[in-house]
């Protein structure tokens, strides 16, 4: 097995587009969480989100590819984005590379549906009932709809689109587990490289649900903050007493990960090292986490054990924290049961608390987070915590962050249907 080197950083975030900006926003407790202007969300009961606003993923979009734009969902032109950003980071130029050693891992999810798009379509084979009179069409033309209107809707395409506009031909692969995709893209990139299948992966993790379809479906699971009341950057507070549901967040994290020697010979900047992977699946309900955290135990142990590293060494968690009481009490169990005694010394915080959760890019985003803390020596905070939950009776650094150099770090992801994924990297 080879070491994995993490040599290029791109961040499509909230509170920031690419590295530097995101980075700085984090460690200065700057939310990217205000109201929806995707769309008229003035009638809905939720009118707040982590929304990336003003970003244009042109500059990274060949001129004889601007024609992909038409088929591009809104996750599609994040992850395109972040990668360009990533690769840009890590010096690679794709020119000089063997494109059949270079591969693409994406985490994504499910895709929204643009009504404002398929209502014209559809008006012209509906019938007064409902149902659909394909006769209504012209006999020469097959389809009321654009020719190639499904590719903007399937969940490989974000994958797909990010290995055409940069040429990596080599393994390519899309992972939908829910909110720890972006996490399981990271730890699957990371073992295509150390087991030698390609030199470099792009991996990560990019999702956008910021849709009325799906705003609504999230409203009646009952996930959603509705703490209407408060600013909208001060309703995702993770580990805090008053939290009642997370923040629907979009956006695009993606890691250059690449053979560790071959990196420090070409004189890359080694941001951290992956060092192991773990998943599990709880097997307990389709939308609760298992209270005691069996699944989540066995996938943090499983990271650390292919880390070959022990709980005591571990220094920081940058925690799935995703503001809804059972998932942060079900993470502080699991803490608990995996750090032992140590657990409460353990600093543990959450981003989520400035850009709410991104659902399949969320894992992805933390991994880059994690990345910087161990480069830069610092430990971005849980914003809003304010009224620490007797429960969650962890050290969740509060407020502010911390100038803190943990040497290994770890970072944890859970999702719908029991689906629990870790992360360990070690600082270069």
């Given at each position: 097995?080879?070491?994995?080197?993490?040599?290029?950083?791109?961040?499509?975030?909230?509170?920031?587009?690419?590295?530097?900006?995101?980075?700085?926003?984090?460690?200065?407790?700057?939310?990217?969480?205000?109201?929806?202007?995707?769309?008229?969300?003035?009638?809905?009961?939720?009118?707040?989100?982590?929304?990336?606003?003003?970003?244009?993923?042109?500059?990274?979009?060949?001129?004889?590819?601007?024609?992909?734009l038409k088929v591009m969902g809104r996750a599609a032109r994040f992850g395109v984005g972040a990668s360009g950003l990533a690769l840009q980071d890590s010096g690679i130029s794709m020119e000089n590379e063997n494109p059949e050693r270079v591969g693409v891992v994406v985490g994504t999810g499910l895709v929204p549906?643009?009504?404002?798009?398929?209502?014209?379509?559809?008006?012209?084979?509906?019938?007064?009932?409902?149902?659909?009179?394909?006769?209504?069409?012209?006999?020469?033309?097959?389809?009321?709809?654009?020719?190639?209107?499904?590719?903007?809707?399937?969940?490989?395409?974000?994958?797909?689109?990010?290995?055409?506009?940069?040429?990596?031909?080599?393994?390519?692969?899309?992972?939908?587990?829910?909110?720890?995709?972006?996490?399981?893209?990271?730890?699957?990139?990371?073992?295509?490289?150390?087991?030698?299948?390609?030199?470099?992966?792009?991996?990560?993790?990019?999702?956008?649900?910021?849709?009325?379809?799906?705003?609504?479906?999230?409203?009646?699971?009952?996930?959603?903050?509705?703490?209407?009341?408060?600013?909208?950057?001060?309703?995702?507070?993770?580990?805090?007493?008053?939290?009642?549901?997370?923040?629907?967040?979009?956006?695009?994290?993606?890691?250059?990960?690449?053979?560790?020697?071959?990196?420090?010979?070409?004189?890359?900047?080694?941001?951290?090292?992956?060092?192991?992977?773990?998943?599990?699946?709880?097997?307990?309900?389709?939308?609760?986490?298992?209270?005691?955290?069996?699944?989540?135990?066995?996938?943090?142990?499983?990271?650390?054990?292919?880390?070959?590293?022990?709980?005591?060494?571990?220094?920081?968690?940058?925690?799935?924290?995703?503001?809804?009481?059972?998932?942060?009490?079900?993470?502080?169990?699991?803490?608990?049961?995996?750090?032992?005694?140590?657990?409460?010394?353990?600093?543990?915080?959450?981003?989520?608390?400035?850009?709410?959760?991104?659902?399949?890019?969320?894992?992805?985003?933390?991994?880059?987070?994690?990345?910087?803390?161990?480069?830069?020596?610092?430990?971005?905070?849980?914003?809003?915590?304010?009224?620490?939950?007797?429960?969650?009776?962890?050290?969740?650094?509060?407020?502010?962050?911390?100038?803190?150099?943990?040497?290994?770090?770890?970072?944890?992801?859970?999702?719908?249907?029991?689906?629990?994924?870790?992360?360990?990297?070690?600082?270069?």
């Amino acid at each position: 097995m080879r070491r994995v080197a993490v040599t290029g950083l791109g961040v499509v975030a909230p509170n920031g587009i690419g590295k530097e900006d995101f980075w700085d926003a984090c460690v200065e407790g700057r939310s990217g969480v205000g109201p929806i202007t995707t769309f008229d969300a003035s009638s809905f009961p939720i009118k707040i989100a982590g929304e990336v606003k003003n970003f244009d993923p042109s500059p990274f979009i060949p001129d004889s590819m601007r024609k992909s734009l038409k088929v591009m969902g809104r996750a599609a032109r994040f992850g395109v984005g972040a990668s360009g950003l990533a690769l840009q980071d890590s010096g690679i130029s794709m020119e000089n590379e063997n494109p059949e050693r270079v591969g693409v891992v994406v985490g994504t999810g499910l895709v929204p549906v643009d009504m404002a798009e398929i209502m014209p379509m559809l008006s012209r084979v509906m019938q007064e009932d409902g149902s659909f009179d394909l006769n209504k069409l012209d006999p020469n033309t097959a389809s009321p709809m654009f020719p190639l209107w499904l590719l903007k809707y399937l969940p490989n395409m974000v994958s797909a689109h990010i290995s055409m506009m940069f040429n990596a031909q080599g393994p390519n692969s899309t992972v939908t587990t829910a909110c720890v995709a972006g996490t399981q893209a990271v730890g699957e990139g990371y073992r295509l490289v150390a087991r030698g299948e390609a030199d470099v992966i792009i991996a990560g993790g990019s999702d956008s649900r910021l849709d009325p379809l799906l705003l609504m479906a999230y409203t009646s699971l009952g996930t959603l903050s509705r703490c209407c009341d408060l600013p909208p950057e001060a309703v995702s507070r993770p580990f805090d007493r008053l939290r009642d549901g997370f923040v629907l967040g979009e956006g695009a994290g993606m890691l250059v990960l690449e053979d560790y020697d071959r990196a420090r010979k070409r004189g890359a900047k080694i941001y951290a090292e992956v060092m192991g992977f773990g998943s599990s699946f709880d097997a307990y309900s389709i939308i609760k986490p298992d209270p005691d955290g069996r699944g989540a135990v066995r996938a943090i142990k499983s990271a650390l054990d292919e880390a070959r590293v022990d709980p005591s060494e571990v220094g920081y968690i940058n925690a799935h924290g995703t503001s809804t009481r059972l998932n942060d009490q079900m993470e502080t169990v699991a803490v608990k049961k995996v750090f032992g005694s140590g657990a409460r010394k353990l600093p543990i915080s959450s981003i989520k608390s400035m850009i709410g959760h991104s659902i399949a890019a969320s894992g992805a985003i933390e991994a880059v987070a994690l990345a910087m803390t161990l480069s830069e020596n610092v430990v971005p905070p849980t914003i809003n915590l304010r009224n620490p939950d007797p429960n969650c009776d962890l050290d969740c650094i509060p407020l502010n962050a911390r100038d803190y150099a943990p040497r290994i770090a770890l970072s944890t992801s859970f999702g719908f249907g029991g689906q629990n994924g870790a992360l360990v990297m070690k600082a270069a």
